[in-house]
């Protein structure tokens, strides 16, 4: 049955090693994070990667069935303006996921336009809004990322597993993985403690190379195992002490290296994702940015990337400005509004916030979609 006309929603999708997370928010007022809908966070349904990047048909496979739910939920008569995808790996892996997703999210949603993002895009937006800063974003992963004044986005890290991205979940959990195979051997930097914690997660450890080098996922399988070097680390284990401050320096380095491209020796500074909840890794980045960035100004951040997401929605939502742009690489939909043509990096629609820079940060006009829910 076709709804009538009503209230505009926005829907935010926050896509990360270890799961998907959708919320959706009025389009007419800013997000408000205690107000935001959502449905049930996917945490296992963790997104693969192959030689063609991120695999856009898995993440639709998950993320199809919880935004029907999520639109089903709305009042009667709602519209969804616009939707905002921020994903792990989209500025480096995100070629199948942009030609993937602009149809079916236009079916599944009505709305008329169309974000994607990386994830440290909208962990910046989430965090600190439109304000000038720097924001870590720490989970399976770990990027920093900042703002030029008058330009566009820079970042450090962010490479991925095998790469980079250290000081991360999975960095963490294959640094006491490794101490711990050490520890089997009976080489020197093993932990006995690591090694125990390491049998009751995943079993005997001669079993762990034939568990791993196969999954698509095995970075999120790595950072389950961030937490026991915390413990261990908690329970006296010198070892896991010690990659808790190495992680901090990591990620202190990653952070001076962002603040330093964008030009901001005093930036505003706020730490985000899973990863910062534990709190000794916390307080050992914060220890290791008091030498290597001391004039920043640490600051809670507004909310997690899916607020991020839910801002951008909104923001391309209640765009006006319609400037004529080429075709977009990015799939099958229009280039719209706010979206900039790789001849313009680095600069914004009139009223969007943020400098749009594909693949970090587009956005397309969605196809028109038959169907009920476009408002």
């Not at 261990?232 to 290296?257: F, K, N, Q, T, W």
């Not at 690489?329 to 680095?346: D, N, Q, Y």
Request: proline fraction near 9%.
């Amino acid at each position: 049955m076709e709804r009538a006309a009503g209230e505009s929603w926005v829907v935010g999708v926050d896509v990360g090693g270890s799961g998907i997370r959708v919320g959706a928010a009025p389009a007419g007022r800013p997000v408000d994070p205690a107000g935001v809908r959502t449905v049930g966070s996917a945490a296992a349904a963790r997104v693969s990667a192959s030689a063609g990047g991120q695999d856009g048909r898995a993440l639709l496979d998950r993320l199809l069935p919880a935004l029907g739910a999520l639109v089903a939920g709305l009042p009667d008569g709602a519209g969804i303006g616009a939707v905002a995808v921020g994903a792990t790996g989209m500025a480096l892996l995100g070629r199948d996921l942009a030609a993937r997703l602009p149809g079916p999210l236009a079916r599944a949603t009505g709305a008329r336009r169309l974000v994607l993002a990386g994830d440290a895009v909208t962990a910046y937006v989430g965090a600190l809004g439109t304000a000038a800063g720097v924001v870590v974003a720490g989970g399976t992963g770990l990027v920093a990322i900042g703002l030029r004044p008058g330009g566009n986005w820079c970042r450090a890290d962010g490479w991925g597993q095998l790469l980079g991205d250290c000081g991360g979940g999975a960095w963490l959990g294959r640094a006491g993985l490794e101490a711990a195979l050490r520890a089997q051997d009976g080489r020197n930097g093993g932990s006995p403690a690591l090694l125990a914690a390491a049998e009751r997660h995943y079993g005997p450890v001669a079993g762990l190379p034939a568990a791993l080098q196969p999954r698509p996922d095995r970075a999120a399988l790595l950072a389950e195992f961030a937490p026991a070097v915390v413990a261990a680390a908690g329970g006296g284990c010198p070892v896991a002490a010690d990659l808790l401050r190495r992680a901090g320096e990591e990620i202190a380095d990653s952070a001076s290296a962002a603040a330093a491209a964008a030009g901001r020796t005093e930036p505003r500074l706020a730490l985000t994702g899973g990863l910062f909840r534990f709190d000794p890794l916390r307080r050992a980045t914060l220890d290791a940015l008091a030498v290597r960035l001391p004039a920043a100004r640490p600051r809670p951040p507004d909310g997690p990337p899916l607020l991020g997401a839910l801002r951008l929605a909104r923001a391309a939502a209640t765009a006006t400005t319609t400037p004529a742009a080429p075709a977009s690489a990015l799939g099958s939909a229009t280039v719209s509004t706010a979206t900039i043509s790789s001849a313009t990096v680095g600069t914004a629609a009139p009223d969007f916030p943020w400098p749009l820079d594909p693949p970090l940060l587009a956005v397309l006009d969605l196809p028109a979609a038959d169907g009920p829910r476009r408002p």
